[in-house]
Protein backbone atom coordinates (compact mmCIF):
# COMPACT_ATOMS: atom_id res chain seq x y z
CA UNK A 1 0.00 0.00 0.00
CA UNK A 2 1.43 3.51 -0.69
CA UNK A 3 2.59 5.18 1.91
CA UNK A 4 1.74 8.82 0.49
CA UNK A 5 -1.80 7.64 -0.57
CA UNK A 6 -2.35 6.21 3.03
CA UNK A 7 -1.29 9.84 4.37
CA UNK A 8 -3.71 11.67 2.40
CA UNK A 9 -6.48 9.11 3.29
CA UNK A 10 -5.28 9.12 7.05
CA UNK A 11 -5.78 13.23 7.14
CA UNK A 12 -9.19 13.31 5.30
CA UNK A 13 -10.21 10.88 7.91
CA UNK A 14 -9.13 13.05 10.90
CA UNK A 15 -11.22 16.10 9.38
CA UNK A 16 -13.86 13.81 9.34
CA UNK A 17 -13.43 12.63 12.69
CA UNK A 18 -13.02 16.08 14.03
CA UNK A 19 -16.54 16.94 12.76
CA UNK A 20 -18.53 14.20 14.55
CA UNK A 21 -19.72 14.79 18.25
CA UNK A 22 -17.88 12.11 20.26
CA UNK A 23 -17.87 12.67 23.89
CA UNK A 24 -16.43 9.96 26.06
CA UNK A 25 -19.66 7.42 25.47
CA UNK A 26 -21.06 9.27 23.03
CA UNK A 27 -18.75 7.84 19.93
CA UNK A 28 -21.71 6.16 17.50
CA UNK A 29 -20.77 8.29 14.70
CA UNK A 30 -17.21 8.29 14.51
CA UNK A 31 -17.58 4.72 15.57
CA UNK A 32 -19.22 4.82 12.16
CA UNK A 33 -16.32 6.47 10.35
CA UNK A 34 -13.88 4.39 11.43
CA UNK A 35 -15.90 1.11 10.08
CA UNK A 36 -16.00 2.78 6.61
CA UNK A 37 -12.21 2.92 6.39
CA UNK A 38 -11.40 -0.93 7.31
CA UNK A 39 -14.67 -1.12 4.07
CA UNK A 40 -12.89 0.86 2.20
CA UNK A 41 -9.75 -1.19 2.15
CA UNK A 42 -11.75 -4.24 2.19
CA UNK A 43 -10.38 -5.42 5.97
CA UNK A 44 -12.59 -7.67 7.34
CA UNK A 45 -13.10 -5.46 11.10
CA UNK A 46 -15.41 -6.11 13.98
CA UNK A 47 -17.72 -3.85 15.96
CA UNK A 48 -18.26 -4.33 20.28
CA UNK A 49 -20.13 -1.38 21.36
CA UNK A 50 -18.11 1.62 19.63
CA UNK A 51 -15.11 -0.21 19.95
CA UNK A 52 -13.84 -0.89 16.29
CA UNK A 53 -10.90 -4.03 15.65
CA UNK A 54 -9.53 -6.18 12.88
CA UNK A 55 -6.69 -8.15 12.19
CA UNK A 56 -3.95 -8.47 9.65
CA UNK A 57 -4.81 -10.68 6.86
CA UNK A 58 -2.19 -13.73 7.39
CA UNK A 59 -2.86 -13.92 11.01
CA UNK A 60 -1.39 -17.00 12.84
CA UNK A 61 -2.84 -18.01 16.44
CA UNK A 62 0.80 -19.32 16.91
CA UNK A 63 2.31 -16.00 16.42
CA UNK A 64 2.64 -13.43 19.27
CA UNK A 65 0.04 -10.48 19.05
CA UNK A 66 1.49 -6.45 18.74
CA UNK A 67 -1.66 -4.18 19.66
CA UNK A 68 -2.10 -0.91 18.04
CA UNK A 69 -4.40 1.25 20.03
CA UNK A 70 -5.54 4.58 20.58
CA UNK A 71 -9.05 6.17 21.20
CA UNK A 72 -11.45 8.24 19.28
CA UNK A 73 -13.84 9.66 21.93
CA UNK A 74 -12.77 12.99 23.19
CA UNK A 75 -13.70 15.56 26.45
CA UNK A 76 -16.37 18.29 25.89
CA UNK A 77 -14.49 21.38 24.73
CA UNK A 78 -13.66 24.41 27.28
CA UNK A 79 -15.22 27.61 27.65
CA UNK A 80 -12.04 28.99 26.20
CA UNK A 81 -12.53 28.26 22.56
CA UNK A 82 -12.85 30.93 20.41
CA UNK A 83 -12.81 28.40 16.84
CA UNK A 84 -15.62 25.86 16.34
CA UNK A 85 -14.17 23.09 18.29
CA UNK A 86 -16.30 20.34 15.50
CA UNK A 87 -14.82 22.50 12.35
CA UNK A 88 -11.62 21.03 10.87
CA UNK A 89 -9.37 23.43 9.03
CA UNK A 90 -5.90 24.22 8.43
CA UNK A 91 -4.12 27.06 9.02
CA UNK A 92 -0.44 28.13 8.83
CA UNK A 93 -0.18 23.60 8.56
CA UNK A 94 -2.10 23.29 11.52
CA UNK A 95 -5.37 21.10 11.56
CA UNK A 96 -7.24 22.97 14.36
CA UNK A 97 -10.29 20.57 15.76
CA UNK A 98 -11.45 19.06 18.69
CA UNK A 99 -9.67 15.77 19.47
CA UNK A 100 -6.97 16.35 16.73
CA UNK A 101 -4.09 16.45 19.05
CA UNK A 102 -5.75 13.71 21.79
CA UNK A 103 -5.93 11.64 20.19
CA UNK A 104 -7.01 11.83 16.39
CA UNK A 105 -3.70 12.30 14.96
CA UNK A 106 -2.26 9.56 16.73
CA UNK A 107 -5.57 7.11 15.52
CA UNK A 108 -5.48 7.92 12.06
CA UNK A 109 -1.77 7.58 12.31
CA UNK A 110 -2.05 3.66 13.39
CA UNK A 111 -4.71 2.77 11.31
CA UNK A 112 -2.47 4.15 8.24
CA UNK A 113 0.00 2.39 9.39
CA UNK A 114 -2.24 -1.03 9.99
CA UNK A 115 -3.44 -0.73 6.64
CA UNK A 116 0.03 -0.51 5.17
CA UNK A 117 1.20 -3.77 7.04
CA UNK A 118 -2.06 -5.56 6.13
CA UNK A 119 -1.38 -7.71 3.48
CA UNK A 120 2.32 -8.31 4.58
CA UNK A 121 3.36 -12.03 4.40
CA UNK A 122 5.63 -13.64 7.19
CA UNK A 123 5.73 -10.86 10.25
CA UNK A 124 6.90 -12.41 13.25
CA UNK A 125 3.72 -10.90 15.27
CA UNK A 126 0.51 -10.64 14.31
CA UNK A 127 -0.90 -7.00 14.30
CA UNK A 128 -4.14 -5.90 16.04
CA UNK A 129 -5.81 -3.14 15.79
CA UNK A 130 -7.97 -1.39 18.31
CA UNK A 131 -9.83 2.04 17.54
CA UNK A 132 -11.60 2.36 21.31
CA UNK A 133 -14.06 3.96 23.45
CA UNK A 134 -14.39 5.99 26.53
CA UNK A 135 -10.71 6.02 27.28
CA UNK A 136 -11.49 9.80 28.46
CA UNK A 137 -13.89 8.47 31.11
CA UNK A 138 -12.33 4.59 31.72
CA UNK A 139 -15.61 3.67 30.94
CA UNK A 140 -16.79 -0.15 31.01
CA UNK A 141 -17.03 -0.20 27.24
CA UNK A 142 -13.41 0.99 27.02
CA UNK A 143 -10.74 -0.74 25.41
CA UNK A 144 -10.25 -2.76 29.27
CA UNK A 145 -14.28 -3.65 28.77
CA UNK A 146 -12.93 -5.07 25.36
CA UNK A 147 -10.20 -7.04 26.01
CA UNK A 148 -12.05 -10.67 27.37
CA UNK A 149 -13.03 -10.62 23.67
CA UNK A 150 -9.37 -10.01 22.09
CA UNK A 151 -6.67 -12.35 21.55
CA UNK A 152 -3.71 -12.63 24.12
CA UNK A 153 -1.85 -9.33 23.90
CA UNK A 154 2.26 -9.73 23.83
CA UNK A 155 3.38 -6.12 23.40
CA UNK A 156 1.31 -3.06 22.32
CA UNK A 157 1.93 0.68 20.91
CA UNK A 158 -0.31 2.87 22.54
CA UNK A 159 -1.01 6.23 20.75
CA UNK A 160 -1.03 9.16 22.58
CA UNK A 161 0.64 12.30 21.76
CA UNK A 162 4.32 12.41 23.29
CA UNK A 163 5.97 14.10 20.20
CA UNK A 164 7.01 10.90 18.55
CA UNK A 165 9.18 10.25 21.13
CA UNK A 166 8.81 6.98 22.80
CA UNK A 167 7.46 6.54 26.21
CA UNK A 168 8.34 3.57 28.16
CA UNK A 169 6.77 4.19 31.19
CA UNK A 170 3.67 5.80 32.46
CA UNK A 171 2.83 6.59 36.01
CA UNK A 172 -0.22 5.44 37.47
CA UNK A 173 -3.44 6.55 39.58
CA UNK A 174 -5.12 5.72 42.84
CA UNK A 175 -7.62 8.60 44.32
CA UNK A 176 -8.34 8.63 47.61
CA UNK A 177 -11.13 9.60 49.65
CA UNK A 178 -9.75 10.76 53.19
CA UNK A 179 -12.19 12.10 56.21
CA UNK A 180 -10.62 14.20 59.14
CA UNK A 181 -12.82 13.78 62.19
CA UNK A 182 -13.24 16.56 65.19
CA UNK A 183 -16.24 17.24 67.39
CA UNK A 184 -19.13 19.44 65.88
CA UNK A 185 -20.21 22.38 68.01
CA UNK A 186 -21.53 25.96 67.94
CA UNK A 187 -18.63 28.83 66.69
CA UNK A 188 -19.23 30.82 69.99
CA UNK A 189 -18.13 27.73 72.47
CA UNK A 190 -14.38 26.64 72.93
CA UNK A 191 -13.97 23.57 70.96
CA UNK A 192 -10.44 21.77 71.23
CA UNK A 193 -11.28 18.96 68.89
CA UNK A 194 -12.05 21.32 65.51
CA UNK A 195 -12.19 19.53 62.33
CA UNK A 196 -11.09 22.48 60.24
CA UNK A 197 -7.76 23.10 62.66
CA UNK A 198 -7.07 19.45 62.85
CA UNK A 199 -7.03 19.52 58.50
CA UNK A 200 -3.69 22.12 58.97
CA UNK A 201 -1.63 19.19 60.43
CA UNK A 202 -3.36 16.16 57.83
CA UNK A 203 -2.41 18.33 54.98
CA UNK A 204 1.03 18.80 56.35
CA UNK A 205 1.45 15.39 56.86
CA UNK A 206 0.60 14.86 52.80
CA UNK A 207 2.70 17.73 51.87
CA UNK A 208 5.85 15.95 53.25
CA UNK A 209 5.46 12.52 53.26
CA UNK A 210 7.83 10.79 50.40
CA UNK A 211 7.97 7.14 49.05
CA UNK A 212 10.97 5.55 49.31
CA UNK A 213 11.35 3.83 46.04
CA UNK A 214 12.49 5.95 43.15
CA UNK A 215 11.98 4.71 39.26
CA UNK A 216 14.62 5.40 36.92
CA UNK A 217 11.86 6.53 33.73
CA UNK A 218 9.16 8.00 36.40
CA UNK A 219 11.11 9.38 39.05
CA UNK A 220 8.88 9.72 42.64
CA UNK A 221 5.67 8.72 43.42
CA UNK A 222 3.59 11.97 43.23
CA UNK A 223 0.93 12.54 46.07
CA UNK A 224 -1.08 15.81 45.69
CA UNK A 225 -3.95 16.74 47.78
CA UNK A 226 -6.78 18.22 45.03
CA UNK A 227 -9.77 19.00 46.97
CA UNK A 228 -11.30 20.18 50.34
CA UNK A 229 -14.68 20.30 51.76
CA UNK A 230 -15.85 21.10 55.07
CA UNK A 231 -18.88 23.13 56.77
CA UNK A 232 -22.52 24.31 55.83
CA UNK A 233 -22.62 27.65 57.94
CA UNK A 234 -20.80 30.41 59.49
CA UNK A 235 -21.52 29.63 63.13
CA UNK A 236 -21.18 25.92 63.47
CA UNK A 237 -18.00 23.69 63.56
CA UNK A 238 -18.17 20.97 61.11
CA UNK A 239 -17.57 17.09 62.55
CA UNK A 240 -15.19 16.57 59.71
CA UNK A 241 -13.63 17.79 56.47
CA UNK A 242 -13.41 15.64 53.25
CA UNK A 243 -10.20 15.89 51.34
CA UNK A 244 -9.59 13.90 47.72
CA UNK A 245 -5.86 12.54 47.46
CA UNK A 246 -4.46 12.54 43.62
CA UNK A 247 -1.76 9.55 43.96
CA UNK A 248 0.29 9.09 40.87
CA UNK A 249 2.51 6.03 41.27
CA UNK A 250 5.56 5.11 39.57
CA UNK A 251 6.38 1.68 38.18
CA UNK A 252 8.62 0.31 41.90
CA UNK A 253 5.13 0.15 43.47
CA UNK A 254 1.71 -1.82 42.70
CA UNK A 255 -1.49 0.15 43.49
CA UNK A 256 -2.56 -2.15 46.11
CA UNK A 257 0.96 -1.47 47.50
CA UNK A 258 0.19 2.34 47.95
CA UNK A 259 -3.24 1.79 49.20
CA UNK A 260 -1.87 -0.32 51.95
CA UNK A 261 1.17 1.76 53.33
CA UNK A 262 -1.02 5.07 53.26
CA UNK A 263 -4.28 3.97 55.11
CA UNK A 264 -1.78 2.30 57.48
CA UNK A 265 0.51 5.72 57.94
CA UNK A 266 -1.74 8.46 57.01
CA UNK A 267 -3.11 10.59 60.39
CA UNK A 268 -6.86 10.89 58.92
CA UNK A 269 -9.08 7.96 58.00
CA UNK A 270 -8.30 6.78 53.92
CA UNK A 271 -10.44 4.64 51.40
CA UNK A 272 -9.13 3.93 47.71
CA UNK A 273 -11.77 4.43 44.96
CA UNK A 274 -9.94 2.08 43.02
CA UNK A 275 -7.13 0.06 42.24
CA UNK A 276 -7.53 -0.56 38.40
CA UNK A 277 -5.09 2.20 36.89
CA UNK A 278 -2.09 0.57 37.17
CA UNK A 279 1.59 1.76 36.23
CA UNK A 280 2.57 0.52 32.56
CA UNK A 281 6.37 -0.09 31.12
CA UNK A 282 7.82 -1.80 28.44
CA UNK A 283 11.84 -2.94 28.85
CA UNK A 284 14.51 -0.66 26.94
CA UNK A 285 16.41 -3.57 25.69
CA UNK A 286 12.86 -4.72 24.17
CA UNK A 287 13.12 -5.29 20.31
CA UNK A 288 10.18 -2.70 19.60
CA UNK A 289 12.04 0.41 21.65
CA UNK A 290 15.66 -1.30 20.29
CA UNK A 291 13.66 -0.33 16.73
CA UNK A 292 14.06 3.03 17.54
CA UNK A 293 17.60 3.12 16.85
CA UNK A 294 17.98 4.67 13.54
CA UNK A 295 15.11 6.99 14.45
CA UNK A 296 17.15 9.02 17.04
CA UNK A 297 14.40 9.23 19.41
CA UNK A 298 14.48 9.51 23.14
CA UNK A 299 12.95 7.25 25.74
CA UNK A 300 11.06 9.25 28.78
CA UNK A 301 8.85 8.32 31.37
CA UNK A 302 5.24 9.73 30.84
CA UNK A 303 3.31 11.58 34.25
CA UNK A 304 -0.28 11.43 32.18
CA UNK A 305 -2.60 8.17 32.10
CA UNK A 306 -3.58 6.47 29.29
CA UNK A 307 -5.34 3.01 27.79
CA UNK A 308 -1.70 1.33 28.59
CA UNK A 309 -3.52 1.12 32.46
CA UNK A 310 -5.92 -1.38 30.99
CA UNK A 311 -3.12 -3.81 29.69
CA UNK A 312 -1.15 -6.46 31.36
CA UNK A 313 1.97 -7.04 28.54
CA UNK A 314 4.57 -3.98 27.67
CA UNK A 315 3.30 -1.40 26.35
CA UNK A 316 5.57 1.62 24.60
CA UNK A 317 3.66 4.97 24.46
CA UNK A 318 4.41 6.50 21.10
CA UNK A 319 1.97 9.15 19.00
CA UNK A 320 2.36 12.61 16.93
CA UNK A 321 1.21 15.69 18.60
CA UNK A 322 2.16 17.24 21.65
CA UNK A 323 0.53 16.37 25.22
CA UNK A 324 0.57 19.75 26.78
CA UNK A 325 -2.38 20.50 23.53
CA UNK A 326 -4.56 18.06 25.08
CA UNK A 327 -7.56 19.38 26.48
CA UNK A 328 -6.66 22.44 26.05
CA UNK A 329 -8.83 25.62 24.06
CA UNK A 330 -8.63 25.41 20.37
CA UNK A 331 -7.00 22.14 20.12
CA UNK A 332 -4.57 21.33 16.99
CA UNK A 333 -1.76 19.08 15.65
CA UNK A 334 0.22 19.89 12.92
CA UNK A 335 -0.12 18.39 9.76
CA UNK A 336 3.36 17.80 9.12
CA UNK A 337 3.51 15.78 13.22
CA UNK A 338 1.33 13.42 11.34
CA UNK A 339 3.29 12.75 8.46
CA UNK A 340 6.34 12.23 10.48
CA UNK A 341 4.38 9.97 12.91
CA UNK A 342 3.13 7.69 9.61
CA UNK A 343 6.53 7.84 8.81
CA UNK A 344 8.24 6.81 11.92
CA UNK A 345 5.50 4.27 13.43
CA UNK A 346 5.97 2.27 10.12
CA UNK A 347 9.91 2.32 10.21
CA UNK A 348 9.94 1.16 13.32
CA UNK A 349 7.50 -1.78 12.68
CA UNK A 350 9.40 -2.42 9.64
CA UNK A 351 12.48 -3.26 12.50
CA UNK A 352 10.60 -5.02 14.62
CA UNK A 353 8.52 -7.07 12.38
CA UNK A 354 11.49 -7.89 10.43
CA UNK A 355 10.13 -6.92 7.17
Known sequence: MNQQVLTEKAIELLKELISIQSFSGEEEGTATALENWFKGFDIPFERIHNNIFAKNKYWDDSKPTLLLNSHHDTVKPNQAYTKDPFHPHIEEGKLYGL???DAGGCLVSLLATFTYFYHAENLNHNVLMVASAEEESAGENSLRGLLPSLPKIDVAIVGEPT?????????????????????????AHPNDNNAIYNTIEVLQWFKNFSFDRTSEALGDVKMTVTQINAGSQHNVVPSQVDLVVDV??????????????????????LQERGLKLNSSRIDKDHPLVKSRNHSGRTTYGSPTLSDQAALSCQSLKLGPGDSTRSHSADEFIYVREIEEGIDLYIKILEGFLKI
Open 248 to 269: RVNDQYTNKEIADLLKEEAPCE
Open 163 to 187: LMQLAIAEKGLVVFDAVVKGTPSHA
Open 99 to 101: GSN
